[in-house]
């Protein structure tokens, strides 16, 4: 049996995640707003800058860090700080309830608001091929959406796609040896692995070997024919695909593979439970640089 994992420099924060600093004093309300969030090149990054931003440029005072473990690190460490990114990570810190607006009311990130799209910024995660799959690719994106693969993505605190929107059963698996590579979005990094590692449980003849370096990465790495399957946490764009069908011929194929609510991370001490969409644009355009500056309490 073979097992092969190759994991992005995203997991290097994780294990620092569960540690913080004494929480000696309370935070005051004018404290200055530690900003976290990722770096451009994530589907992260894009998902938010065009859902809660409105396209609006993040402020340079954004700090930028390499994959959402990394950012939970640094939020779990600063009571002052905020932070965004996937659900799946979420060890360490507290998430917020997420408003639309001040008016709308406040949802938090769960199974069941994700699915039923309440909870506002809810997403799904995509897997890209270029042209239909074949093979043992085929049946390992067909098992990935799968009951089993549904599972997985459960099991490791992903949030499963509806049962309507998940694929038919995999059937038997082609024989012979087997390489699938998959490069691509941080947020997946992980189910990717725990995906790879039960399959090949299962298909001992196939090595799936999981990359990380963000979903640009992975996108850029299937225009060029680098990888089979590219892992994404955003929509690939139409210039994108136009990419890969003057390049190689063929459409890309999109698959729904699991979905995420976007979490919003603050530190355990920080008494703030909700917050709204446009004071999140406040924050990360800089314009909030006070958690005074939001209003309320």
Not at 82 to 103: E, P, Q, S
Not at 187 to 196: D, E, P
Request: with cysteine; charged share 20%.
């Amino acid at each position: 049996m073979r097992y092969v994992w190759i994991l992005a420099a995203t997991l290097a924060g994780l294990a620092g995640c569960g540690k913080k600093e004494p929480d000696s004093q309370p935070m005051a309300a004018n404290s200055g707003i530690v900003v976290y969030g990722r770096e451009n090149n994530s589907g992260t990054y894009m998902y938010f800058k065009e859902h809660v931003l409105n396209e609006a440029d993040f402020a340079a005072s954004v700090q930028t860090l390499p994959g959402t473990a990394a950012v939970i690190n640094a939020v779990s460490k600063d009571k002052r700080s905020i932070g965004y990114g996937g659900i799946g990570y979420l060890k360490g810190v507290r998430a917020l309830k997420v408003k639309k607006d001040a008016a709308s009311p406040a949802v938090e990130p769960t199974l069941e608001k994700v699915v039923d799209g309440s909870y506002p910024i809810s997403r799904y995660l995509f897997m890209y091929t270029i042209g239909e799959p074949d093979g043992t690719t085929k049946h390992f994106i067909d098992w990935v959406r799968g009951s089993e693969g549904q599972k997985v993505c459960a099991d490791v605190g992903y949030y499963p796609l509806p049962e309507d929107k998940r694929g038919k059963a995999a059937g038997a698996a082609p024989a012979g040896k087997a390489t699938i590579t998959v490069k691509g979005s941080d947020t997946m990094v992980i189910l990717g692995q725990r995906w790879a590692e039960h399959y090949m449980r299962l298909h001992p003849e196939t090595v799936v070997q999981i990359t990380g370096g963000g979903s640009g990465t992975g996108i850029a790495a299937l225009v060029n024919g680098g990888t089979t399957i590219c892992q994404s946490s955003r929509p690939i764009k139409p210039k994108e695909k136009e990419q890969v069908k003057a390049k190689h011929g063929k459409d890309v194929v999109e698959f729904s593979v699991a979905m995420d609510g976007l979490a919003v991370f603050v530190h355990d001490s920080n008494p703030i439970q909700e917050i709204d969409l446009v004071q999140l644009k406040l924050i990360y355009t800089g314009k909030a640089k006070t958690w005074d500056a939001l209003g309320g309490k």
